[in-house]
């Protein structure tokens, strides 16, 4: 299977934890008829006309580049209580055997970025030995967005049952190894995180420019069926109208640049390089991944 790909100077791994099924409703305010007049882009990778169900993936991507290897989002990790989120809860993958399979020893990360606190991007931030919870990754920096830390740990308003325990089990535990990050901040010569609120206060997308240029965007679009359509929201937005405001931004400065927009949940080939067309975008060439 074809998992890794160069991009200029850059060598891209695709790391697949989980895979599973969704209904629309996580696009309340996507039309019926709007995935039927998008089947061309939608089936069979994101979409299942005969049972109107979404596929989703949860997958890390690492980065090697200018010398570091840069892991963004960490997925859900095994043995979390998520009673909240019954389909994550007590996960059991191999994601530690898949990180060997890509060759990626945990010791040699340099750098984790979560692009937003949410329990599907940071659970293997952290690994449980002998009961307890220790980094997954000793050697390497954490970068959270400060406005992500703020609103979902304990003194703000995101701080639920379900951040409480996502804070005890995949946040506190690397606290010495946190850098916390606001606006924009550059990781490398060739990447740099910038601000991207919306889905969450501190959403951020990387981006990286080793001579082909990406642009990882975490939550910014969940389905494809967002690249036609930007303006339609995901029902985990915490601000839905930012999140179409800095979707739109994100995609205009990915098609302007012919950047692959590569978002965490999509399965297929994983992110395309899209072009605008007025206030909509299509997708003009996949990534030359092997299809999941």
Partial sequence: MNGRIKLGRAMLTRVVEHQFDAGTVLFPATPNEA???????????????????????IQTWIVEV????????????????????????HLSSDFPAALERAGVDPADVDVVVNTHLHTDHVGWNTTQVDGAWVPTFPNARYLMHDADHRHFGPDGPGHDDGARLLFADSIDPVAHQIQLWD????????????????????????WLDAGVPAVFVGDLTHCPVQIPRPGDVCAFD??????????RRIFTEAARRRAAVVPTHYPGRGGARIVARGDRFRVDDWLDLDPI
């Fill in 183 to 206: 606006d924009n901040y550059q990781i490398s010569e060739s990447l740099w995180l910038r601000t991207a609120s919306g889905h969450t206060p501190g959403s951020s997308v990387v």
């Fill in 35 to 57: 995935w039927s007049a998008n089947a061309d882009l939608l089936v069979p990778d994101f979409y299942d006309p005969q049972t109107a169900l979404l596929r989703l993936a």
């Fill in 238 to 247: 915490v601000d839905p109208e930012e999140a179409v405001v800095t979707r």
């Fill in 66 to 89: 200018d010398g570091l290897t840069v892991l963004i989002d960490t997925g859900i990790g095994n043995d979390r209580d998520r009673p909240h989120l019954p389909t994550l809860s």
